[in-house]
Nanobody, 115 residues
């Protein structure tokens, strides 16, 4: 069983930056496409960014040009660098792993953007 633990969330002013990290408990992390999802109050969970096993990245239109996903397989860690944060980025951010489906999930970390 692979466990995912997120860190790096917090309170930031609009226009600021945060870097989220997600550490996996096992080295099979490298076999998974990894992604960051978020869920704002009253809204459905959405996929924000993903990175494949060969480091191909995809982004939701709402974060393109502002967020960057990366992974370090040697450290079993995936990152989400978030710049130019907006009020609407406020949400709980979840790290997740995909093979045949999004089968691995972290506990989530809160990101709050204030004006």
């Amino acid at each position: 069983q692979v466990q995912l633990v997120e860190s790096g969330g917090g309170l930031v002013q609009a226009g600021g930056s945060l870097r989220l990290s997600c550490a996996a408990s096992r080295s099979i992390f490298s076999l998974y496409t990894m992604g960051w999802h978020r869920q704002a109050p009253g809204k459905q969970r959405e996929l924000v960014a993903s990175i494949s096993t060969i480091h191909t990245t995809k982004y939701a239109d709402s974060v393109k040009g502002r967020f960057t996903i990366s992974r370090d397989n040697a450290k079993n860690t995936v990152y989400l660098q978030m710049n130019s944060l907006k009020l609407e980025d406020t949400a709980v951010y979840y790290c997740a792993g995909f093979r045949t489906g999004w089968s691995l999930w972290g506990q989530g970390t809160q990101v709050t953007v204030s004006s």
